[in-house]
């Protein structure tokens, strides 16, 4: 189900201004790969690209070894490349569960809709509780969850996951791991963009470090969490 994401020398920004300097990364079949690197680096700018949000000026990204970076983004989601953005960009006059049902507007999804609602309640059960709240009364935790969740209801092959832990108290951004654990013992494939380093590297198989719009360092991130490099440059120790 899930499928292997691979980007090769992409450059790209926005218009005029390149950001993305040749990003060569592998994303897995069924693993949690992290993109780390500090604020400006081209974190949002790299998975915006992939979803199709942004054009590829030069390179390439495939999908399941498909050539995907001239497909629009509605034909990228239809393959299941789907993003969570930061900053979550929830309905908020809508209830929780029509917020969650948007998701579903692939044909693919749509089909299965009760179905992915149910899952979707039982890794959220906070969800379920809210469903008929309008979804800008939520906490902001759980606004995370709901667009989490309706990223999920589009049935992604690879879910694209920009700092769903950014904003949150500590106690919430934990659950978000948790919850990201969980999605990786599914064998969802993962690439996720977080400034909490030290989680991240806990949470994923494999880390790419992107300073200044390219690749620094990559590597298995078991190995990274132990770097003195990591340690000194991203963990504060
Ligand atoms: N719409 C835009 N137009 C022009 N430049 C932009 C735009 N959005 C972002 N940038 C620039 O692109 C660069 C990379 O930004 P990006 O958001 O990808 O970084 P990031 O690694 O996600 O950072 P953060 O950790 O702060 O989220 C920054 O210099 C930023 O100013
Ligand atoms: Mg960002």
Same mark, same amino acid.
């Given at each position: ?35 780390? &690197? ?6 949002? %700018?790299?998975? *915006?690209?992939?979803? !199709?949000?942004?054009? @590829?000026? =030069? +390179?390439?990204?495939?999908?399941? &070894? ?6 629009? %983004?509605?034909? *990228?989601?239809?393959? !299941?490349?789907?993003? @969570?953005? =930061? +900053?979550?960009l929830i309905f908020a006059e809508m209830s929780v569960e029509e917020n969650l ?97 030290h989680r991240t590297l806990e949470v994923s198989d494999h880390a790419y470090v ?28």
């Open positions: 189900m899930s499928a292997s994401l691979q980007l090769t020398g992409v450059v790209g920004g926005y218009g005029a201004v390149r950001i993305l300097h040749g990003v060569d990364l592998t994303a897995e079949a069924g693993g949690v790969t992290a993109l780390i &690197g500090s604020n400006g680096a081209g974190k949002s %700018t790299t998975l *915006r690209t992939v979803a !199709g949000l942004l054009p @590829v000026a =030069e +390179g390439s990204i495939t999908f399941d &070894g498909d050539p995907i970076e001239t497909l629009p %983004t509605d034909q *990228r989601v239809d393959l !299941g490349v789907v993003m @969570v953005p =930061e +900053g979550r049902r948007l998701g579903a507007f692939t044909s693919r999804a749509r089909d299965n809709t009760a179905d992915n609602l149910a899952k979707i309640n039982d890794l959220f059960p906070r969800l379920h509780n809210r469903r008929n709240q309008a979804g800008g009364t939520l906490s902001g935790g759980e606004q995370q969850m709901l667009a989490l969740g309706r990223g999920l209801m589009a049935e992604p092959r690879v879910l694209l996951l920009d700092e769903p832990s950014l904003g949150l108290a500590p106690v919430m951004a934990q659950h978000i791991f948790e919850i990201i654990e969980e999605l990786r013992r599914t064998g969802l494939t993962i690439l996720l963009a977080e400034q909490d380093v992107l300073e200044s719009g390219e690749i620094a360092l990559n590597g298995p991130s078991a190995q990274m969490i132990n770097d003195p490099g990591i340690q000194e440059a991203y963990l504060g120790l």
